[in-house]
């Protein structure tokens, strides 16, 4: 199972980004998945997450800013990031429980800078 994370980069803040996670080698449907994130100097920590049933779960440093979606006949979630803000800055970790297991993305960069 290899879960494939995309969508960060570089932006100014107030701008957006769009967060991608699909999930491969996997015929069992993902459940929940999230994004974790984790800023120089400071611990991995929730961003956002959802279940099968819809139910999401923000950080609430994120909330009114970040919407987590999922497809989950695709195995895949979305992290749509608006009004990006300076602190935002860091690693971005995607996140699937599959059974009992769990299995992280490699992680990709998002910087938010002017």
């Known amino acids: 199972v290899q879960l494939q994370a995309s969508g960060g980069g570089l932006v100014q803040p107030g701008g957006s980004l769009r967060l991608s996670c699909a999930v491969s080698?996997?015929?069992?449907?993902?459940?929940?998945m999230g994004w974790y994130r984790r800023t120089p100097g400071n611990q991995r920590e929730l961003v956002a997450t959802?279940?099968?049933?819809?139910?999401?779960n923000y950080a609430d440093s994120v909330k009114g800013r970040f919407t987590i979606s999922g497809d989950f006949a695709k195995n895949t979630a979305y992290l749509q990031m608006n009004m990006l803000k300076l602190e935002d800055t860091a690693v971005y970790y995607c996140?699937?429980?599959?059974?009992?297991?769990?299995?992280w993305g490699q992680g990709t960069l998002v910087t938010v800078s002017s």
């Open positions: 996140h699937a429980q599959i059974g009992r297991r769990e299995y």
């Open positions: 080698g996997s015929i069992i449907t993902a459940n929940p």
């Open positions: 959802i279940s099968f049933s819809g139910s999401t």
